[in-house]
């Protein structure tokens, strides 16, 4: 806790010295540590007996006596005690982290305090209402009371000026004209000289910038707390202050506030539409607050009237305009927007009309039509201001409100045509990018017909970890911007878009966002009436029910996007249909017809000298060759495969062609010659993102363990194989740590299996 002032601080010091604590102190001069407590905080009179006392227990030799008498007289000036604190919020919600920090904030200088706190946030995020919530907890700490002075920064009217708060201050604290007379400077000395005996808590709210505030800082034993919705560089940097950038209320919080306002009855009956509000509303407590009272005021208004309201960019600022300009949002936003410089300005509108929700100083770039460098400069500024939110990937987002704002803004201040040529750099470059990192992870993914459309977004090529990377950080985005645009320069883009992911899909099994980009290519593709985007589309689709288990339906999209590739002549995509085809149709059991759809992918990949594409068959052929007793050729063949594997450097071919052959020798009964093979393939696996195969793997090694009676090592290999699957959220894991459990595969999962499932296919991470 602080020291308050400087008979207590001498008082700590002392008991220290005389390693005493504060109760020993109390007992020795016999009054309550209670009273102790409170005549060191202030809230007791400096009495002579009660100080000759102290003095004589601590052999202060007169010094504590000396330091009380000059107390009382310095403090003399009024007696006051201000308290201009607002009220505390009613009903406030959250933020338990936060108040934590500030607590934090409230110990010696010596064990690294700080005497100035700094709340920044954008607007209605509730910076005041903290300020006031937790000052409020605190104020018995400080004798001297609150002060509390709203500077109007950024609101209505002129800012305050510092000397006219310090007046005010002074007054409040009961200081006599003759010290409102001096310059600027002597009345800030008396103004602390008074707080260092009665140390206060400073609330300075809504400031513009350090040079405002200097004057009103209290010096050591008070606190300062000061709010503002610009970052406060030299303010910190002067103060060495704890800053606190306050984000938007979390989703359950957001849901509490709502509840306690307009009743949990009201969310209840509809609570999707409610976490849609709090959504749209951006989180922010004001916001919410708005919305609150909104519903009370008219009953039978329903959340989902509510969020229909809120769905749109063009109306959803509608329920936050008023007359009142402390709750009216152009107004609020205004201030902060009118004062940004023109291309700062230009790249905020133009991020309300971006079909993208969140960009990186590149794709900023391409939709401002600016370089890179100072698409980064120009989000910092955004970012000081609280426009735009900077988050932990490096990349920017803008909330629902300020996006909103942004577009109805661009409606005005931008050319249609310009707003039309922004969003369709944004799909080619995207599109471009994705093509490009796909490729990096299956080489020749990159479709050569739709080249001419990306000419001005020529990528180099990138390594596979930083493919892998992009995809993982930009596929939400993509596949945001592909249902989000309507282009008319380049409609064929928005089917290729989300269909170029397949590479990662396969690598990664994102089922949801690989149906998500199935369909939404599906459905491009047919706005656009193209032959080449719905087989596309479809073959994706078909890969990922194949590798869902929807066997049925993967047979019959593979089989149809087959016969559009086929009347396309494209055949390298006609290669990889194949070959996915032939995996579903060796999942159902149907080999014969399997093998002629794996020969007739392995003679389109030769044909193209597409040596990943005939390795990936070949070994899945090879399985398939064992299934109809063509034991010989099915070794033969997973042999060729591991051969040609090796003349590449790729992780992923060379493990996919290693665990095959393990599998043939495993079920021929060869389980040390297959050891080795799993071996390899594991070593590769870990060293890329395929988890899922090195599970697979896992496994398979496991039970060629359990073959040779070496139960431990099979036991300890199923757990890591489970733990992998449960890092992973698949279902799986449950079943292959009753393995582990029962030594072995339980009848129930030996039954149920269809074959097949042991090798998972496509595998072709790096």
Same mark, same amino acid.
């Given at each position: 806790?602080?020291?308050?002032?400087?008979?207590?601080?001498?008082?700590?010091?002392?008991?220290?010295?005389?390693?005493?604590?504060?109760?020993?102190?109390?007992?020795?001069?016999?009054?309550?540590?209670?009273?102790?407590?409170?005549?060191?905080?202030?809230?007791?009179?400096?009495?002579?007996?009660?100080?000759?006392? !102290?003095?004589?227990?601590?052999?202060?030799?007169?010094?504590?006596?000396?330091?009380?008498?000059?107390?009382?007289?310095?403090?003399?000036?009024?007696?006051?005690?201000?308290?201009?604190?607002?009220?505390?919020?009613?009903?406030?919600?959250?933020?338990?982290?936060?108040?934590?920090?500030?607590?934090?904030?409230?110990?010696?200088?010596?064990?690294?305090?700080?005497?100035?706190?700094?709340?920044?946030?954008?607007?209605?995020?509730?910076?005041?209402?903290?300020?006031?919530?937790?000052?409020?907890?605190?104020?018995?700490?400080?004798?001297?009371?609150?002060?509390?002075?709203?500077?109007?920064?950024?609101?209505?009217? *002129?800012?305050?000026?510092?000397?006219?708060?310090?007046?005010?201050?002074?007054?409040?604290?009961?200081?006599?004209?003759?010290?409102?007379?001096?310059?600027?400077?002597?009345? %800030? %000395?008396?103004?602390?000289?008074?707080?260092?005996?009665?140390?206060?808590?400073?609330?300075?709210?809504?400031?513009?910038?350090?040079?405002?505030?200097?004057?009103?800082?209290?010096?050591?034993?008070?606190?300062?707390?000061?709010?503002?919705?610009? =970052?406060?560089?030299?303010?910190?940097?002067?103060?060495?202050?704890?800053?606190?950038?306050?984000?938007?209320?979390?989703?359950?919080?957001?849901?509490?506030?709502?509840?306690?306002?307009?009743?949990?009855?009201?969310?209840?009956?509809?609570?999707?539409?409610?976490?849609?509000?709090?959504?749209?509303?951006?989180?922010?407590?004001?916001?919410?607050?708005?919305?609150?009272?909104? /519903?009370?005021?008219?009953?039978?208004?329903?959340?989902?009237?509510?969020?229909?309201?809120?769905?749109?960019?063009?109306?959803?600022?509608?329920?936050?305009?008023?007359?009142?300009?402390?709750?009216?949002?152009?107004?609020?936003?205004?201030? $902060?927007?009118?004062?940004?410089?023109?291309?700062?300005?230009?790249?905020?509108?133009?991020?309300?009309? $971006?079909?993208?929700?969140?960009?990186?100083?590149?794709?900023?770039?391409?939709? *401002?039509?600016?370089?890179?460098?100072?698409?980064?400069?120009?989000?910092?500024?955004?970012?000081?201001?609280?426009?735009?939110?900077?988050?932990?990937?490096?990349?920017?987002?803008?909330?629902?409100?300020?996006?909103?704002?942004?577009?109805?803004?661009?409606?005005?201040?931008?050319?249609?045509?310009?707003?039309?040529?922004?969003?369709?750099?944004?799909?080619?470059?995207?599109?471009?990018?994705?093509?490009?990192?796909?490729?990096?992870?299956?080489?020749?993914?990159?479709?050569?017909?739709?080249?001419?459309?990306?000419?001005?977004?020529?990528?180099?090529?990138?390594?596979?970890?930083?493919?892998?990377?992009?995809?993982?950080?930009?596929?939400?985005?993509?596949?945001?911007?592909?249902?989000?645009?309507? $282009?008319?320069?380049?409609?064929?883009?928005?089917?290729?878009?989300?269909?170029?992911?397949?590479?990662?899909?396969? !690598?990664?099994?994102?089922?949801?966002?690989?149906?998500?980009? %199935?369909?939404?290519?599906?459905?491009?593709?047919?706005?656009?009436?193209?032959?080449?985007?719905?087989?596309?589309? /479809?073959?994706?689709?078909?890969?990922?029910?194949?590798?869902?288990?929807?066997?049925?339906?993967?047979?019959?999209?593979?089989?149809?996007?087959?016969?559009?590739?086929?009347?396309?002549?494209?055949?390298?995509?006609?290669?990889?249909?194949?070959?996915?085809?032939?995996?579903?149709?060796?999942?159902?059991?149907? =080999?014969?017809?399997?093998?002629? =759809?794996?020969?007739?992918?392995?003679?389109?990949?030769?044909?193209?000298?597409?040596?990943?594409?005939?390795?990936?068959?070949?070994?899945?052929?090879?399985?398939?060759?064992?299934?109809?007793?063509?034991?010989?050729?099915?070794?033969?063949?997973?042999?060729?495969?591991?051969?040609?594997?090796?003349?590449?450097?790729?992780?992923?071919?060379?493990?996919?062609?290693? =665990?095959?052959?393990?599998?043939?020798?495993?079920?021929?009964?060869?389980?040390?010659?297959?050891?080795?093979?799993?071996? %390899?393939?594991?070593?590769?696996?870990?060293?890329?993102?395929?988890?899922?195969?090195?599970?697979?793997?896992?496994?398979?090694? *496991?039970?060629?363990?359990?073959?040779l009676g070496v139960r431990p090592q099979a036991t300890a290999t199923y757990e890591r194989a489970a733990d992998i699957l449960e890092s992973l959220r698949d279902s799986r894991a449950h079943e292959i740590r009753a393995r582990a459990a029962l030594g072995g595969k339980p009848d129930w999962a030996a039954k149920n299996e269809p074959a097949g499932t042991v090798l998972r296919f496509p595998s072709w991470a790096r």
């Open positions: 806790m602080r020291q308050i002032n400087s008979f207590a601080e001498a008082v700590h010091r002392l008991r220290r010295e005389r390693g005493m604590s504060l109760g020993d102190v109390a007992a020795k001069a016999r009054y309550s540590p209670s009273y102790l407590s409170k005549l060191l905080h202030g809230h007791r009179r400096l009495l002579p007996e009660v100080v000759r006392q !102290i003095d004589r227990v601590l052999d202060a030799k007169g010094q504590l006596e000396r330091l009380a008498e000059q107390q009382r007289s310095e403090g003399s000036v009024g007696g006051g005690k201000p308290m201009q604190l607002p009220a505390d919020v009613p009903g406030f919600v959250g933020r338990a982290d936060v108040l934590r920090m500030m607590d934090a904030a409230l110990v010696s200088p010596a064990e690294g305090g700080a005497h100035a706190i700094v709340i920044e946030g954008g607007f209605w995020v509730g910076k005041t209402a903290l300020a006031v919530h937790w000052v409020t907890r605190n104020l018995d700490r400080f004798p001297g009371g609150c002060l509390f002075a709203d500077m109007r920064g950024l609101g209505p009217g *002129a800012p305050r000026t510092p000397e006219d708060v310090l007046d005010g201050f002074l007054q409040a604290l009961g200081a006599g004209q003759a010290d409102l007379n001096g310059a600027l400077e002597v009345r %800030a %000395a008396r103004f602390r000289s008074i707080l260092a005996e009665r140390p206060a808590m400073v609330v300075l709210d809504n400031i513009t910038d350090y040079s405002q505030v200097r004057h009103l800082l209290p010096g050591g034993g008070s606190v300062v707390v000061v709010t503002s919705r610009e =970052h406060q560089t030299s303010l910190l940097l002067r103060t060495g202050g704890v800053s606190i950038d306050l984000p938007a209320l979390p989703a359950a919080d957001a849901l509490t506030l709502l509840a306690r306002r307009v009743g949990r009855h009201r969310l209840a009956t509809d609570p999707v539409a409610a976490e849609a509000v709090v959504r749209r509303c951006g989180r922010l407590p004001m916001a919410v607050l708005i919305v609150a009272e909104h /519903l009370q005021q008219r009953p039978d208004s329903t959340m989902g009237k509510i969020a229909a309201k809120l769905a749109t960019d063009h109306h959803r600022l509608d329920l936050f305009t008023s007359p009142d300009p402390s709750v009216n949002i152009h107004g609020v936003i205004d201030l $902060s927007y009118l004062a940004l410089p023109p291309a700062a300005a230009r790249l905020f509108r133009l991020l309300g009309i $971006s079909p993208a929700y969140t960009v990186s100083a590149d794709s900023a770039a391409v939709l *401002a039509d600016i370089e890179s460098d100072l698409a980064e400069s120009l989000l910092a500024v955004l970012r000081q201001v609280h426009l735009v939110t900077a988050m932990p990937d490096g990349r920017y987002c803008i909330d629902y409100l300020l996006r909103a704002y942004a577009y109805q803004r661009a409606l005005v201040e931008e050319d249609l045509r310009e707003v039309e040529k922004a969003q369709d750099r944004v799909l080619r470059w995207y599109t471009a990018r994705a093509l490009s990192a796909n490729n990096s992870l299956i080489p020749n993914w990159r479709d050569s017909t739709i080249n001419s459309l990306l000419a001005d977004f020529g990528q180099g090529s990138l390594g596979f970890d930083e493919a892998m990377s992009w995809c993982q950080t930009e596929v939400a985005t993509a596949l945001q911007i592909a249902k989000n645009t309507r $282009s008319h320069l380049a409609k064929d883009l928005l089917w290729v878009l989300p269909t170029a992911f397949l590479p990662f899909f396969a !690598i990664t099994r994102s089922w949801t966002d690989w149906l998500i980009a %199935a369909n939404d290519g599906l459905d491009a593709a047919t706005a656009a009436e193209s032959t080449p985007g719905t087989a596309r589309s /479809l073959q994706v689709l078909g890969w990922a029910e194949r590798d869902l288990g929807r066997t049925a339906e993967a047979i019959s999209h593979l089989t149809q996007a087959l016969k559009l590739y086929a009347e396309l002549g494209d055949e390298l995509p006609a290669a990889w249909t194949a070959y996915g085809l032939a995996l579903a149709l060796t999942d159902s059991q149907r =080999h014969g017809e399997a093998i002629a =759809h794996f020969l007739a992918a392995d003679d389109r990949f030769q044909a193209l000298h597409h040596d990943i594409g005939v390795v990936m068959n070949r070994a899945a052929l090879a399985l398939a060759f064992h299934e109809v007793g063509d034991r010989e050729r099915a070794v033969d063949t997973a042999r060729e495969a591991l051969s040609l594997a090796q003349r590449h450097d790729s992780d992923g071919i060379h493990s996919a062609a290693h =665990h095959s052959l393990g599998l043939l020798l495993q079920r021929r009964g060869e389980h040390r010659a297959a050891l080795t093979h799993f071996d %390899a393939a594991a070593s590769l696996r870990r060293r890329s993102w395929q988890q899922w195969n090195l599970a697979d793997t896992l496994i398979a090694r *496991a039970d060629s363990l359990l073959a």
